[in-house]
């Protein structure tokens, strides 16, 4: 139980182009869910935190105008990257949260090449 | 500002080798504690968590005891399989919506 999907596992983009993450929670409702971003051989930062319905809480020095955060249901969140730029490339991992301050379910993460 | 510290990786090991990752963290007041493994090609799973001082998570053979003191979490097992070379990432939580903040992971390999 508890597994959090994410798609795709890897994209190639443009630079200027948008492209947009998907994070499902698949077998349970996740009223919390988390954007990650990690470096290479860096730790997982935290982005944004969403609530089911509301408007997401970026993490000071994300840009919400850039990464556009969705959590239009209880089993699905998404990210969107408008206009990438090589600097976004990164690995993006969500996670789901079935409440506020419960054990957090870690979806594999998205690979984002841009070129 | 809270942050964990984790010791740098990689670590190599040989089979049935003891293991032990020094995990440090800086919080205000007592944050819960985690232990995440990551598997190749995989998302970020819960090994062991401990949510008040003294208390000792355990699970797959890993053990890890909250230490106040010392703020201090540190991961332990005593005799490593190849299963678990993972990368492994220690991490407190923060906040009403539970964030988690992450040490910047270590990488485990075990040989045969």
């Known amino acids: 139980g508890a597994v959090v999907s994410q798609h795709p596992s890897w994209v190639i983009c443009k630079s200027g182009t948008s492209v947009k993450i998907e994070c499902r929670s698949l077998d349970f409702q996740a009223t919390t869910m988390f954007w990650y971003r990690q470096f290479p051989k860096q730790s997982l930062m935290l982005m944004a935190t969403s609530n089911e319905g509301s408007k997401a809480t970026y993490e000071q020095g994300v840009e919400k105008d850039k990464f556009l955060i969705n959590h239009a249901s209880l089993t699905l969140s998404t990210l969107t990257v408008t206009s990438a730029h090589p600097e976004d490339s990164s690995f993006y991992i969500c996670?789901?949260?079935?409440?506020?301050?419960?054990?957090?379910?870690f979806g594999p993460g998205t690979r984002l090449t841009v070129l | 500002g809270d942050s964990v510290t984790q010791m740098e990786g990689p670590v190599t090991l040989s089979e049935e080798a003891f293991l032990t990752i020094n995990c440090t963290y800086t919080?205000?007041?007592?944050?819960?504690l985690f232990w995440y493994v990551q598997y190749p090609g995989e998302g970020l799973q819960l090994l062991l968590k401990?949510?008040?001082?003294?208390d000792k998570g355990s699970n797959k053979g890993f053990e890890a005891t909250y230490r106040k003191e010392t703020t201090s979490f540190h991961l332990e097992k005593g005799s490593v399989q190849v299963s678990d070379s993972a990368v492994y990432f220690c991490a407190l939580i923060r906040g009403s919506q539970g964030n988690l903040i992450f040490g910047k992971g270590t990488k485990l390999s075990v040989k045969p």
């Open positions: 401990a949510t008040k001082a003294d």
């Open positions: 996670s789901a949260a079935p409440g506020q301050g419960d054990t957090q379910y």
């Open positions: 919080a205000t007041g007592y944050p819960s």
